[in-house]
């Protein structure tokens, strides 16, 4: 089997994709890339079917806001591992915040399934086709993404804090 | 000859423990003031009633982070809570005293502190120790509740992050102040009653 570098993954998803997936980069010895959010399964299938690839573990579903970044404010972002040679890739999809759907990867990792539901509790993705996208960590009263950057990380409803002591 | 075995560092056993004084070593509670005579005793039955309840806190704790580690060096030997008669943890809210909650709620676990404290019977205390608990601390954040005191009405607070044994000691004491001093009708008074609606308890 040959050694799984970043090239080679690079060269087979062009081979595959074409101009569809952009900006390959290494950072600290992980290869990541985007592709438009509507390829992400498909790109998400084609890594987890190829022979050589055979990225079959979902470490991590995250995502990302960006707002000064106008119509893909939103990225998700996969964590994918290959467990037979141990390398690792990251694989971004960007949306905008006034759409934010993308498709969900249930279908193809099971482990997915409580990946999005936090994903959207906290960045309001709605992922398109999960069986049951609701909130998992934050209280089902929450009428807010927390994360998403024009919420102050504070807790709005205290009442007691001295803004001048405490710097709000 | 023997060869004499020398040791670099003999183990010695205590071969003359001391006599254990009861006296010195527990905590007894004073008695009510009274009429005393010779056979009788008589004093007020609400004197009584809180020299027993003060001296027999059963706490329930709700022991979520650091300050439950603190509390458990509370309990253990070397400070030993058991000496103001809280002997006894009964994790089950129905037949405790006193809630400690001791460390962070966050706010998907507020209606869990709410439901135990409306488990407990009347008469019953809170305390809350540590800043998490009693301001929400360092944790002015979105996922976790601004003090215990926004969902439940407190009688004790406890600052420091984490409060020392000796605090959390000091905190059952003022309960005890508490429980020694309040009328036995306290509870029934209009206004204990408007505190618990304003907490929405019934």
Same mark, same amino acid.
């Given at each position: 089997m040959a050694q799984l570098t970043s090239e080679l993954i690079q060269n087979?998803?062009?081979?595959? =994709?074409?101009?569809? !997936?952009?900006?390959?980069?290494?950072?600290?010895?992980?290869?990541?890339? #985007? @592709?438009?959010?509507? =390829?992400?399964?498909?790109?998400?299938?084609?890594?987890? +079917? +190829? #022979?050589?690839?055979?990225?079959?573990?979902?470490?991590? *579903?995250?995502?990302?806001?960006?707002? #000064?970044? @106008?119509?893909? #404010?939103?990225?998700? !972002?996969?964590?994918?591992?290959?467990?037979?040679?141990?390398?690792? *890739?990251?694989?971004?999809?960007?949306?905008? *915040?006034?759409?934010?759907? !993308?498709?969900? @990867?249930?279908?193809?990792?099971?482990?997915? %399934?409580?990946?999005?539901?936090?994903?959207? +509790?906290?960045?309001? *993705? %709605?992922? !398109?086709?999960?069986?049951n996208l609701k909130r998992i960590l934050n209280v089902d009263e929450m009428d807010y993404f927390p994360m998403r950057k024009e919420y102050p990380l504070e807790d709005q409803e205290r009442t007691d804090k001295d803004d001048e002591m405490f710097g709000r | 000859m023997k060869k004499e075995i020398f040791m670099a560092r003999p183990v010695r056993f205590n071969i003359h423990p001391k006599e254990a004084n009861?006296?010195?070593?527990?905590?007894?509670?004073?008695?009510?003031?009274?009429?005393?005579?010779?056979?009788f005793f008589t004093t007020k039955l609400s004197e009584l009633v809180a020299l027993g309840r003060r001296n027999s806190l059963w706490p329930l704790p709700f022991a979520t982070s650091c300050c439950g580690i603190e509390f458990m060096a509370t309990a253990a030997a070397h400070y030993d809570f058991a000496r103001f008669g809280s002997e006894r943890m009964a994790f089950t809210p129905r037949q405790c005293d006193m809630l400690m909650v001791m460390g962070t709620i966050a706010k998907k676990m507020a209606p869990v502190v709410r439901q135990v404290y409306l488990q407990m019977a009347e008469p019953r205390w809170v305390m809350a120790v540590g800043a998490c608990a009693c301001s929400g601390g360092i944790f002015d954040s979105y996922s976790v509740l601004q003090g215990i005191d926004q969902i439940i009405p407190v009688d004790v607070y406890v600052p420091g992050c984490p409060p020392r044994p000796e605090g959390i000691i000091e905190g059952i004491m003022r309960v005890q102040d508490l429980v020694d001093n309040e009328s036995v009708r306290r509870r029934n008074s209009d206004r204990y009653k408007a505190l618990l609606n304003s907490y929405g308890i019934q």
């Open positions: 087979k998803l062009q081979h595959k =994709f074409g101009d569809q !997936v952009t900006n390959f980069t290494v950072s600290y010895g992980m290869l990541t890339f #985007e @592709a438009p959010k509507e =390829f992400n399964l498909k790109v998400l299938q084609f890594l987890f +079917d +190829d #022979e050589e690839l055979m990225f079959r573990f979902l470490t991590d *579903i995250t995502a990302v806001h960006y707002p #000064e970044n @106008a119509g893909k #404010e939103l990225a998700v !972002v996969y964590h994918l591992h290959n467990l037979v040679q141990n390398v690792r *890739i990251r694989f971004k999809v960007f949306t905008s *915040i006034q759409s934010p759907d !993308v498709f969900t @990867a249930t279908q193809l990792f099971n482990c997915a %399934n409580w990946m999005e539901r936090e994903t959207y +509790d906290f960045f309001g *993705i %709605n992922f !398109v086709g999960h069986p | 009861l006296n010195s070593s527990v905590l007894i509670g004073e008695a009510p003031p009274g009429f005393e005579g010779e056979g």
